[in-house]
């Protein structure tokens, strides 16, 4: 009896498969052993038949004497009815627990599925009022459903976009950015089901900055945030980065040349901007260094011209071209931030983040008390994510090796050095400011108010984005993207 090569990682519900040679009676079972380094037996799993060749033994009701996360031995024992044991071995049979051959294995929190096709998914958003998360699914153009009101399962797919790669969810509607940036497409529910209300094409566009620049507007597929354009979130918009290609010119920044667009879901908003989509191009303000004023016009290509779809009279130079690779996140009433994706700020001193009010609509302003509470900042260094709470009071932001927490004009209330934290994600749902923070061995709970730490999950490394969310039931759940697929589990109390 052969056991998995290398270190496990095992999760509640997984299932271990152990490889058995030889002659064996019908009523031959095989059992999986977790020990501790002195080899005295912690838990025992349930009895599985063998077949064919194997065992395929379930990881169910794992004691609490097993410490979540810790290094263990797991070793496996083949018995039968007439009382025949015999340990896994990795070269001849063992007669004794103390002769078994064991593995390295850690046990983690939480119950771990499976993606589509075993791929480890790029994307995740939560719906907090209906316990669901959403991927995208690449290979077959559709957005896997993840039911969180539970233990967790994947309960279907829904046919949304060509390649789709980003998602996010809002006020009952989803938008799935698919077509590598060229199009999104809006879901919303009916039902047990879900329907596209809207699909708008993305084309390409020219911007023209007074008569020194002409530059393509060009579909990417970095990022995605949905934000209401009214206080009452009655109209919801799609943020997301353009990548720009200047034809004619020179810009502030060419190694990170963009733009950010906005797509209304409804088609009566959409009518005021003709080609799907209007350039969010903020008016110049002198708190940015360097800056200057532009007019900024924008067309649409058509059959043997052009259409003229936008103009920006003292349109800032700097953000019309410099946001192209940008995380973004976008609240009600109009606001969105905007966050260079590394240690160089947007455009220069105090534009680390940007708040861009009436983002929804094309007189978007900069807000300069930001850039001013920002200028007087040094304890955000290099940014890699951007998430606004619910209540759009609070901004979380993921540095190298801290967590921030700002409020609406970007002034710092704290930070928490995080060593290793790879992703973050607010509480969803609650009115209790909690976020999570997610490392190399599992997820940390904190405080927002406080920061104080009130609970850890050793849920194992993830490998990418993850949401938070309150249930009807009471408690919260953490859904986590690992490779492969999701790690999902309770959060414990209070």
Known sequence: MTLPAGELAVYERDTVRIAVEGDLDRDTRAQLLILEARR?????SGEAPVREGHAAVPVEGVSPAVERGSQLLLTAVLFDDGGNRVYASDDSAA???AKAAVRPVRVYAGRRLLAAGGATPIDLTGAPERAMAFFPVQADGTVGVLDLSGDGEVRGYVPAAARPERVAYRGGAL???GAGGGEVTWLRPDGDQWRTVRRVELPALE?????LTSAAVRPTARRLALGCADASC???????PSGVQVLDGTVPDPARAGVLRAISETDSAQRAHPG????VLPEYGEAVRGDTSVAATVFRPAAGGRDLIQRRDGASMCLATALGDVLVAAGSDGVAYAAA??????????TGIVRIDDAATPVARLSSLAIHNMLAEDRIGRIADLQLSDDGASLLVLGEESVAVLDTLLGVRGTLPVPGARSVAWLRGSGQHRFAVADGDGVSVYDALRLTRIARIPLGPTAGPMVYLARASGTDVIAAVIPGGFVVAPVPGP
Do not use: I, K, N, Q
């Open 207 to 211: 911007l023209e900055l007074d008569t």
């Open 40 to 44: 005295e037996v912690l838990w025992r």
């Open 276 to 279: 799907g989509a209007w350039l």
């Open 95 to 97: 007669a004794t627990l």
């Open 341 to 350: 994706d590394g240690s160089r700020p947007v455009c220069g001193p105090g």
């Open 175 to 177: 938008a799935v950015l």
């Open 234 to 240: 009655t109209a919801l918009y799609a943020l997301l």
